[in-house]
């Protein structure tokens, strides 16, 4: 890590700062800078000091983890933006932009997964023409591994 003066810049934050701004733990931005999702400098003090660009990585990266994204994912696409310098607004809209199609496609199967299994599981109906768990001699199995009627694809009648 970098080393600065104790006298650091203004626009450099203390790591309890950087918590407050984003509603993360410090052990939590402790935790990214290892994963390297995130860096600090060392002021002669040996304390973390953060760009406030920081609080927009972190922002993103807690969003992220909430729409199930792993650290993997999370760090590829911080990778896409600049170093050295802080992310511009179009810098931030690009990498918007590659999530875009991703989100969609989780929204429609969130979407068509709330829609069959709340007349699905549980239900008890046992209608064996119409139940998307029934699979009459495991007929289901030609389209692949798991809940295939339930994932969308349909028996053949």
């Known amino acids: 890590m970098l080393r600065s003066s104790d006298s650091s810049p203004p626009s450099l934050l203390a790591i309890g700062a950087v918590a407050e701004r984003t509603g993360l733990a410090v052990s939590a931005i402790r935790f990214y800078e290892e994963h390297r999702l995130v860096t600090s400098v060392r002021a002669d003090s040996g304390h973390r000091r953060f760009e406030r ?15 199930g994204y792993s650290l993997d994912e999370i760090r590829q696409q911080l990778d896409s933006l600049p170093s050295g310098r802080t992310p511009t607004e179009a810098d931030w809209e690009r990498l918007a932009a590659r999530f875009t199609v991703d989100l969609d496609e989780r929204i429609a199967g969130l979407t068509n997964l709330r829609e069959r299994v709340a007349g699905c599981i ?36």
């Open 53 to 67: 660009s920081a609080i927009r990585r972190l922002s993103f990266i807690r969003i992220c983890q909430k729409l």
């Open 122 to 157: 549980g239900c008890g109906c046992l209608s064996l023409t119409h139940c998307k768990i029934y699979n009459v001699d495991d007929q289901a199995a030609q389209h692949g591994d798991g809940p295939r009627y339930l994932l969308g694809n349909t028996p053949d009648v």
